[in-house]
């Protein structure tokens, strides 16, 4: 991979075009209600923070248009989930449920070069806690 930053180059847009389609997903196909979108710390960002009854549920947001740098499963480093699960653990002493369940799940959105979503994927527990 060329690009040691470790973003893509998406065409303008293109990022938040999935993320507006993965909170339509998490709200209509899901049924879940969303608490907030892009929360960030200095240690991270959070896509969209939704609720399941008492669980708290983190969504990381990975948009492609092609499957050249692979899918979005597969692009959560270890390094990633770790900021990812820092940066939930900061959200929930923000609103005092430190002790609520939560997970980190995956909606991977895969749009054509057009921009239109032609499939959102749900990974529950995408990321296990790291010790």
């Not at 997903?25 to 710390?41: H, K, M, W, Y």
């Not at 740098?69 to 002493?93: C, D, M, N, P, W």
Request: aromatic share 6%; charged share 25%; net charge neutral.
């Amino acid at each position: 991979m060329s690009n040691s930053s470790g973003k893509l180059n998406l065409p303008h847009g293109t990022g938040r075009a999935g993320e507006a389609a993965a909170r339509s997903f998490v709200s209509i196909e899901l049924g879940l209600d969303i608490a907030q979108c892009n929360f960030r710390t200095r240690e991270g960002e959070i896509d969209i923070i939704a609720k399941s009854g008492v669980e708290y549920i983190f969504f990381e947001v990975k948009t492609r248009t092609n499957k050249k740098f692979g899918s979005g499963v597969e692009q959560i480093s270890a390094r990633k989930a770790l900021r990812l699960q820092t940066t939930g653990q900061r959200y929930l002493e923000q609103i005092g449920a430190e002790n609520a369940d939560w997970r980190i799940d995956l909606l991977s959105v895969e749009m054509d070069k057009t921009g239109r979503v032609q499939k959102v994927t749900h990974v529950e527990n995408a990321i296990e806690e790291q010790s």
